[in-house]
């Protein structure tokens, strides 16, 4: 994935951070975990550019930033949580992640190319690819167009009528098409057994935090919490817009101490009822959630992404990764500005496809 995005885009200013860029949103259609997609491009990415001149903060930073396009790009976790939590419809809200996701990913790349353009020695283009070359790079890219394809054609039916399946059932053959594709390119017993050593782990570990949740929320309602947080929220003489602006703040805060599924369940069953009492939809205010813990994954003291890039290339100082992430910050508070500003951003995917 990586090798073809820098064939196709390098060109550009700064064009292999852009394809960085690029690579880690493909790459995110698949894992649909963040820390996962950091951990490999900083072996896979930062080398690449270290060698031809990037600094190497702003290298880290790329990879680090890019890691969290996961949170949005189905089949993002985070978006699974925040559906059981909420109890949301998982396909619409992997859906309404797909454009804000994209559009995340570009946000990033125009300010890479603008900061190229500007700054002088910043970004070399890397030049002298033939198009033979840039169309052989795709057949091995391929199957990550094709596990895409077929859980949201899955979840999702593009000829009319019901779905073909539950996202569940849709990420279950997502699993298998990958586990084929495995076979193919020779995966051993031993890799095998790992990864569902792992998967078990993992698996274990969210039903636990879901069972925990599934408490939380039931005590929250014996004590009557969220109802009167609500209706506390909706008789403030406060616009709707300055209670979420003050809502998403207090995220920020929280992000800099807690990790982001931990965040979502402290937060989620007082906050939501609260929001859709102002009004607001809630697959709207997922995504808008689910952004702000993606800037969380980059927010100092606990930007976890930061840790796994530093984690990976001890080489490159914890605090430079850090800095390396200071100018897509900025992207990113104005990415939820624009979702704020223009929500069929968000909406019109899931709109379109699911009415």
Do not use: H
Not at 324 to 340: K, M, Y
């Amino acid at each position: 994935m990586f090798e073809a995005a820098k064939r196709w885009l390098a060109w550009v200013p700064g064009g292999l951070a852009v394809s960085t860029v690029f690579a880690t949103a493909g790459f995110a259609a698949v894992s649909g975990a963040s820390v996962a997609t950091s951990a490999v491009f900083a072996r896979i990415a930062i080398p690449e550019m270290l060698k031809i001149g990037y600094d190497k903060r702003f290298a880290a930073g790329v990879v680090a930033a890019g890691g969290t396009l996961a949170s949005l790009i189905p089949p993002s976790a985070i978006l699974v949580i925040y559906a059981i939590i909420v109890e949301q419809d998982v396909g619409k809200l992997l859906l309404a992640g797909f454009i804000p996701g994209m559009f995340s990913a570009v946000i990033y790349g125009m300010l890479i190319i603008g900061m190229a353009v500007v700054i002088k020695g910043f970004g070399p283009a890397v030049t002298g690819f033939t198009w033979k070359e840039r169309f052989l790079s795709l057949p091995p890219a391929l199957p990550i167009v094709v596990v895409v394809v077929t859980i949201i054609f899955f979840v999702y039916n593009p000829f009319g009528g019901d779905a073909w399946g539950t996202p569940t059932e849709g990420g279950a053959i997502g699993a298998f098409v990958v586990f084929l594709m495995a076979l193919y390119r020779g995966m051993r017993w031993s890799e095998l057994k790992d990864a569902l050593l792992e998967t078990a782990k993992l698996s274990v570990m969210i039903f636990t935090i879901i069972w925990g949740v599934l408490v939380y929320v039931r005590f929250l309602g014996f004590a009557e919490l969220p109802s009167a947080f609500s209706d506390w929220i909706t008789s403030l003489e406060m616009s709707p817009m300055l209670i979420l602006i003050c809502i998403l703040l207090a995220y920020a805060v929280l992000g800099m101490f807690m990790d982001a599924i931990g965040m979502l369940l402290l937060t989620l069953p007082v906050v939501y009822p609260a929001v859709i009492g102002l009004g607001y939809d809630p697959i709207w205010f997922g995504i808008i959630v689910v952004k702000m813990v993606e800037i969380c994954l980059i927010t100092p003291p606990i930007g976890l992404n930061c840790y796994v890039v530093n984690g990976v290339r001890p080489d490159i100082p914890l605090a430079d990764v850090f800095r390396g992430i200071g100018p897509f910050f900025v992207a990113d508070v104005l990415t939820v500005a624009l979702f704020i500003a223009f929500p069929s951003l968000i909406l019109w995917l899931p709109q379109q496809m699911l009415n």
